[in-house]
């Protein structure tokens, strides 16, 4: 049976290397067309609180595709939240219509919470800046897939290291991998303290620069974060980080030409578009790999696919 059988996904804390193994292998064999409509028969509730495209298009694709079905709301609007509604009480309510629940929110550790007072798994879609864990398994999946391992990468991290959780994941599982971490960005959007200490006592080699170029020429992948102005509580201070970094062909360059690029997306304006059209740029096909990945571990979650 699955490790993830009936267990809500909240943090990548949570996890062991077999357990991302576990879904990269599921990930795989789904990609591949090995199985069928695994999700027949379940309801997946998408709740998100917070905007979205790629997220909540890509589990409710992966879910239709795999013949299940989805209820659910795209923004707070939508929801009785905005007749008061609280959020502890709207997860009790749809918790009795549906068999799975994933949660976009904005507020850090509200998936937990929800995983508290619902009799169903739940499935962190985003949490503030804190975790974003079905991101990093399409992450890990495409840097595999890609590169044919994990361990002993370089990897570089770019942009807002403070509030993007798509980072705080991904560094999470790659110190399983043993990788070895150049984190770069601005002073104030460095990576938190305690993310790095984890990476530390995880004896990955990390270190922290500010320009891109001096990462040198052996980074395997680059994964680029865009800044995150809804998290500042300051417009100003976004304003003065705003537009830091800009990637472009030469860039790719400077870093010795065969580095991979990645993006959760969306992008504002930290990839020239000019690096679209290089081989380095893996970010659509990252954001493709949403749909295998999303229907590999709600499949292991409902039962629909075990992992020998
Ligand atoms: C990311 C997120 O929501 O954290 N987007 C995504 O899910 N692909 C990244 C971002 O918003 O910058």
Known sequence: MSRFRNRSVLSIRDMDREDLTEVMEVTGQVKSGMHGSFLEGSTIALLFFEPSTRTRLSFESAVLQRGGRVVGFGSPEA???????????????????????????PVEGSARLASEVASVPVVNAGDGANQHPTQTFLDLFTIREQLGDIDGLHVGMMGDLKYGRTVHSLATALRLFGAEITLISPPTLRMPAHILA???????????????????????????????????????????????YRVTASTIDALGGKVRVMHPLPRVDEIAEEVDRMPNAIYFEQAHNGIPTRQALLGLVMGGLAHD
Do not use: W
């Open 79 to 105: 929801s009785s939240q905005s007749k008061g509604e609280t959020f502890v009480d709207t997860i009790r309510t749809v918790t009795g219509y549906c068999d799975a629940m994933v949660i976009r929110h």
């Open 198 to 244: 984890e990476l530390t006592a995880a004896g990955i080699r990390c270190r922290e620069i500010e320009q891109p170029e001096e990462a040198g020429r052996n980074l395997d992948v680059l994964y680029i974060t865009r800044i995150q102005r809804e998290r500042f509580g300051d417009p100003q201070e976004y304003e003065s980080v705003a537009h830091c």
